[in-house]
């Protein structure tokens, strides 16, 4: 994933948790700066053209992630500033003897599964047609 991709999808879903799977697959470079701008709440500039320069995208979200391997190498980074920016927690969040509680949240997530964006634009609908939108 490019870093203007990631970028673009984290500044659509703001003030959504973002979820990446297997990040140790991503480019160091593409990572190391996405801790950055998610740390400072904006993308990177970018500029085109004849069109000068385009303001940076906000960015307001919690990163998630998985991996086979440390984000943060234990200090190996490059850029000591990444290990300011971010938490890792090691092993699995159920343990192997909960896996009952696991299929029980799995089963809940997949049962319950977009009822508040059914009732939001429901919500909007009705206001606009009484005029209060």
């Known amino acids: ?12 879903h703001t003030h959504i948790p973002i979820f990446i799977n297997d990040i ?7 990572t190391s ?13 970018r500029g085109g053209v004849g069109r000068g320069s385009q303001s940076s995208r906000d960015l ?8 086979e391997s ?6 190996a980074s490059e850029n000591k500033g990444e290990l300011a920016r971010g938490f890792e ?16 949240i799995e089963s809940m997530i997949e ?5 508040a964006g059914r009732l939001f634009i429901q919500n ?5 047609s009484k005029g209060n939108l």
């Open 1 to 12: 994933m490019t870093l203007d991709k990631l970028e673009k999808s984290i500044a659509l």
């Open 33 to 45: 700066k996405m801790l950055y701008f998610i740390e400072s709440g904006k993308g990177g500039g």
């Open 24 to 30: 140790h697959n991503m480019r160091k470079n593409v």
């Open 70 to 75: 440390p984000l943060l190498n234990d200090g």
């Open 111 to 115: 049962n319950n599964y977009g009822h």
């Open 124 to 128: 909007l609908l009705d206001r606009n």
């Open 60 to 67: 307001r979200t919690i990163l998630y992630t998985t991996s």
């Open 89 to 104: 927690f090691h092993g699995s969040p159920l343990e192997e003897k909960n896996i009952k509680l696991a299929l029980k």
